[in-house]
């Protein structure tokens, strides 16, 4: 079945340490996204890419770092510098179209906290 | 920076009956307005959307309407079910900072009762 698969489901960050979060899609969409979900908040966007090898900051970049050496993996690392990293990390995807917009598709996400 | 409204925080429905959720958008340039749903644990999932050509689109018992000069869409849930308990996302093109992107509402959850 086509579908976004991140990875781990858990993950628990020490002090100081950089951690990063899987994003697979199967599904030959062009464009990949990052968000971060917090309690009784919406989704807000880390960053996201409309081609391989390259990507743009969302609107909460900073202390976050990605990378989109190949179309279908869009890793996200959690850096030291991010300070309030606890919470639920989302990846989506869709098909990259210059006129309109297209649905996103989501993975089941990460939560991430801190040890 | 496009900003999302939506409302209200929580609704609490009993089954068999309507569940309405409304957001509200500032920007007037737009084409596509998704809703999505999410269950503990997972990811959201488009449940539907609307282009700003139509005022209204049905998908079984899901309807969205669409209000162009208050600048407000909504959602409809008819004939509530316990299944449907879930939260629920508006998102609307964000034509500020991540150009092209989606801006989503904070969400509304839904508990249906049986």
């Known amino acids: 079945d086509g579908g976004i698969t991140q990875s781990p489901k858990y993950l628990f960050r020490k002090e100081g340490q950089n951690v990063t979060l899987s994003c697979e899609q199967n599904?030959?969409?062009?464009?990949m996204y990052w968000y971060r979900q917090d309690p009784g908040q919406g989704l807000r966007l880390i960053y996201y890419s409309q081609i391989v090898n390259d990507f743009q900051k969302g609107d909460i970049a900073e202390g976050y770092s990605v990378s989109r050496e190949k179309k279908e993996s869009f890793p996200l690392t959690v850096t030291s510098a991010q300070k309030n990293p606890t919470a639920f990390y989302l990846c989506?995807?869709?098909?990259?179209?210059?006129?309109?917009?297209?649905?996103?598709?989501f993975g089941d996400g990460t939560r991430l906290s801190i040890l | 920076q496009q900003q999302v409204k939506q409302s209200p925080q929580s609704l609490i429905v009993q089954k068999g009956g309507i569940s309405i959720i409304n957001c509200a958008y500032e920007?007037?340039?737009?084409?596509?307005f998704p809703w999505y749903q999410q269950f503990p644990g997972k990811g959201p999932a488009l449940l539907i959307a609307i282009r700003p050509d139509v005022s209204e689109k049905k998908e079984g018992r899901f309807t969205i309407s669409f209000n162009k000069s208050a600048k407000q869409f909504s959602l409809h849930i008819m004939d509530s079910q316990p299944g449907d308990s879930a939260t629920y996302f508006c998102a609307a093109p964000n034509y500020g900072g991540s150009q092209g992107n989606l801006i989503f509402g904070k969400g509304t959850k839904l508990s249906v009762k049986p």
């Open positions: 920007n007037t340039a737009f084409d596509y």
């Open positions: 599904l030959n969409h062009d464009a």
């Open positions: 989506a995807s869709s098909i990259r179209d210059r006129g309109r917009m297209k649905p996103q598709h």
